[in-house]
């Protein structure tokens, strides 16, 4: 069966980068979907569906982050995330 994957880079925006609250809201959209999300900053990758590892990146503001889902519904995850980030994760 084909799996549809998905890449893109996002930018970390919000003033206090990826702290608990926002690595939570990344857990909390990545598990509502049936695709596999990972997040690469540099050469470190993460799986996004787990909080202390999104954490490990240390993504403060103006960080790019290589965000890549794979399943069947890949795009769906990643439009979520898009927004997640431009709302800068429901913070302000």
């Known amino acids: 069966m084909f799996k549809r994957s998905v ?3 996002i930018e970390v925006t919000n003033s206090t ?4 609250r926002p690595c939570l ?3 909390n959209t990545v598990r509502r ?3 596999e999300v990972s ?3 540099d050469s470190e990758t993460v799986d996004a569906s787990e909080i202390l590892q999104l954490m490990s990146l240390g993504a403060a503001q103006g960080t790019k982050l290589v965000v890549t889902a794979t399943g069947r519904d890949a795009q ?5 995330l898009t ?3 431009a709302d800068h ?4």
């Open 33 to 35: 979907f049936q695709s």
């Open 39 to 41: 997040i690469r900053k």
């Open 25 to 27: 809201a990344i857990v």
């Open 83 to 85: 927004n997640l980030f």
């Open 89 to 92: 994760f429901g913070l302000g």
């Open 17 to 20: 980068g990826l702290h608990a």
């Open 7 to 9: 890449t893109q880079t």
């Open 76 to 80: 769906k995850v990643m439009v979520a």
